[in-house]
Nanobody, 122 residues
């Protein structure tokens, strides 16, 4: 199983960025997908999760209203649209897959990608 995250980079405050996570080696439509992030010197934290069909979504309070998770099961890809970025959004963003369903708890996830770095400069 491979989860390949991409789309990170250096942006300015207020900019937008879309992350992608391409999955292979698993039946993508059977898995809930999520994004987590880890800022320098901090613990990993939940960002957003989506159910297999996309009908259920969860967001961390800190990103509600300006991050959007979506998925394309035909392309085996999950996305994270990030708008109005702030310096505190700087982190390595990783995608994860969970056969049991969407969860805000990292240890519930079966597979993890390597992460993509997002740096928001003020």
């Amino acid at each position: 199983v491979q989860l390949q995250a991409s789309g990170g980079g250096l942006v300015q405050v207020g900019d937008s960025l879309r992350l992608s996570c391409a999955a292979s080696g698993l039946t993508f439509s059977n898995y809930a997908m999520a994004w987590f992030r880890q800022a320098p010197g901090k613990e990993r934290e939940f960002v957003a999760a989506m159910s297999r069909s996309g009908g259920v979504t969860y967001y961390a309070d800190s990103v509600k209203g300006y991050f959007t998770i979506s998925r394309d099961n035909a392309k085996n890809t999950v996305y994270l649209q990030m708008n109005s970025l702030k310096p505190e959004d700087t982190a390595v963003y990783s995608c994860a897959a969970n056969l049991a369903g969407p969860s805000v708890v990292a240890r519930n996830y079966d597979y993890w990608g390597q992460g993509t770095l997002v740096t928001v400069s003020s």
